[in-house]
């Protein structure tokens, strides 16, 4: 909101009561959009705990092959819609077998360190031999197996990096946790809107007009490592100035009516035992 209220007082964009209503419900549609639908799956999270907890392995291993097959088959082969919302909660049933039916396999750091090479090597290949082949057929093919998250390639290449990196040794460090912590505000603050996009990739930093020319490569990932960081240091100023004192306050809030409860019971309880003895 802050945004669009900075775009509308500099006149970067016209004032929209519509826009401005959609602002304040963040899920306002689930067609598409992360953020929006990242949100809704959460809601989902208490109701698939209660089917993980009432299902054994066999069950568990039958629901995932059902929904590999409709969603990564599929999906790989570009026949089914989906929304994230779905998709989200596929991807939670996958972490949760590897979390409910541990196997000595799922702590070997060098089958999935080989398998993780192994995805992104294809993933890297079959870009390059659609790209060859789209330019034969005239079509834009380069991403066919790539183009979104329930790709064969992309699934594999997913699962198998998280359960390497799960498995590394890897030391508490403040940096990276400060950083982890405000990649969720990165998403929302470089996302925020189409008019953030066109204004932030279009005319602050260029991106068409430097296609094609020498220093792109240069250009392309110095913008995206500028950006991040800068939307990280603006996420970490909200943290510290706005959602700390927010929950500090919430908490003491919280700890008084605690504190009122508890000195109420203590006063009944009192006043009870007080009357039952002179009885």
């Given at each position: 909101m802050i945004f669009f209220l900075i775009f509308w007082l500099t006149g970067y964009q016209p004032f929209s009561v519509t826009e401005f209503l959609l602002l304040l419900f963040p899920a306002n549609k689930i067609s598409n959009g992360f953020i929006g639908c990242y949100l809704v799956f959460f809601l989902f999270i208490p109701f698939l705990n209660v089917l993980l907890k009432h299902m054994n392995e066999k069950q568990h291993l039958l629901l995932l092959a059902l929904c590999g097959f409709t969603y990564v088959l599929f999906g790989t082969l570009h026949r089914v819609t989906m929304n994230y919302v779905s998709w989200f909660m596929v991807v939670y049933l996958i972490a949760a077998y590897f979390q409910l039916y541990p196997k000595k396999v799922f702590t070997d750091k060098k089958v999935w360190g080989i398998l993780t090479a192994v995805f992104m090597t294809l993933s890297a290949a079959s870009v390059v031999c659609c790209a060859i082949l789209g330019s034969r057929l005239h079509k834009e093919i380069a991403h066919f197996f790539v183009s979104d998250s329930n790709t064969f390639l992309a699934v594999g290449t997913g699962v198998c990096s998280f359960m390497l990196f799960k498995n590394l040794p890897l030391k508490y460090n403040k940096?990276?946790?400060?950083?982890?912590?405000?990649?969720?505000?990165?998403?929302?603050?470089?996302?925020?809107?189409?008019?953030?996009?066109?204004?932030?990739?279009?005319?602050?930093?260029?991106?068409?007009?430097?296609?094609?020319?020498?220093?792109?490569?240069?250009?392309?990932?110095?913008?995206?490592?500028?950006?991040?960081?800068?939307?990280?240091?603006?996420?970490?100023?909200?943290?510290?100035?706005?959602?700390?004192?927010?929950?500090?306050?919430?908490?003491?809030?919280?700890?008084?009516?605690?504190?009122?409860?508890?000195?109420k019971l203590n006063t009944l309880t009192s006043k009870f035992l007080t009357s039952t003895l002179e009885n």
């Amino acid at each position: 909101m802050i945004f669009f209220l900075i775009f509308w007082l500099t006149g970067y964009q016209p004032f929209s009561v519509t826009e401005f209503l959609l602002l304040l419900f963040p899920a306002n549609k689930i067609s598409n959009g992360f953020i929006g639908c990242y949100l809704v799956f959460f809601l989902f999270i208490p109701f698939l705990n209660v089917l993980l907890k009432h299902m054994n392995e066999k069950q568990h291993l039958l629901l995932l092959a059902l929904c590999g097959f409709t969603y990564v088959l599929f999906g790989t082969l570009h026949r089914v819609t989906m929304n994230y919302v779905s998709w989200f909660m596929v991807v939670y049933l996958i972490a949760a077998y590897f979390q409910l039916y541990p196997k000595k396999v799922f702590t070997d750091k060098k089958v999935w360190g080989i398998l993780t090479a192994v995805f992104m090597t294809l993933s890297a290949a079959s870009v390059v031999c659609c790209a060859i082949l789209g330019s034969r057929l005239h079509k834009e093919i380069a991403h066919f197996f790539v183009s979104d998250s329930n790709t064969f390639l992309a699934v594999g290449t997913g699962v198998c990096s998280f359960m390497l990196f799960k498995n590394l040794p890897l030391k508490y460090n403040k940096v990276i946790n400060t950083i982890a912590a405000s990649t969720f505000g990165v998403l929302c603050i470089h996302a925020n809107s189409a008019t953030m996009r066109r204004w932030l990739w279009g005319d602050l930093l260029d991106n068409v007009g430097h296609y094609g020319s020498p220093i792109m490569p240069l250009h392309a990932v110095g913008c995206c490592l500028l950006i991040f960081a800068a939307c990280t240091a603006i996420d970490v100023v909200r943290i510290r100035l706005v959602e700390m004192p927010f929950f500090r306050l919430v908490d003491r809030h919280i700890d008084r009516a605690e504190q009122t409860v508890r000195d109420k019971l203590n006063t009944l309880t009192s006043k009870f035992l007080t009357s039952t003895l002179e009885n």
